[in-house]
């Protein structure tokens, strides 16, 4: 029901908005989320630890990815090329006889991620376990 004003000649109605419980209704927010705001606590992300291992690999066999994407195996000081579709066939050929034995990764800067990631996706899929990425420490 509009508001009526007895002033002047007659009845007549208010055409003003009324900002009071507009206002009681934002402090009452705004104390809420002050209240809230520090029990809310930020996302964390857990992150997986890395550990050293119990023991030491038998022998390491390490993939070199070139920039122009040649993939080269180096396996007891020996250096080889391959080629992508004959690699897990080498490197299981390279395991044998060595029952524990570690395969890394290493990939020149300027190669695209897609390139090591189908490397280490091939290298899981032939059943290679232990397969890991090299990288080098910031000064």
Do not use: C, W
Not at 57 to 85: A, G, R, T
């Amino acid at each position: 029901m509009p508001a009526v004003s007895n002033r002047g000649r007659g009845r007549r109605t208010i055409n003003e908005i009324n900002m009071v419980p507009f206002i009681d209704v934002m402090l009452v927010l705004l104390i809420i989320f002050m209240v809230t705001a520090p029990m809310i606590s930020p996302s964390m992300v857990d992150l997986p630890s890395v550990g050293k291992a119990a023991k030491q690999p038998d022998q390491v066999i390490q993939i070199v990815v070139q920039k122009d994407d040649s993939l080269e195996m180096v396996s007891d000081s020996k250096k080889s090329k391959i080629n992508f579709e004959n690699l897990a066939n080498s490197v299981q050929m390279a395991q044998t006889g060595h029952n524990n034995s570690a395969v890394v990764i290493s990939a020149d800067r300027q190669v695209k991620y897609e390139v090591v990631v189908k490397v280490m996706d091939t290298l899981q899929r032939a059943g290679i376990q232990r397969v890991g990425l090299s990288v080098q420490l910031a000064p």
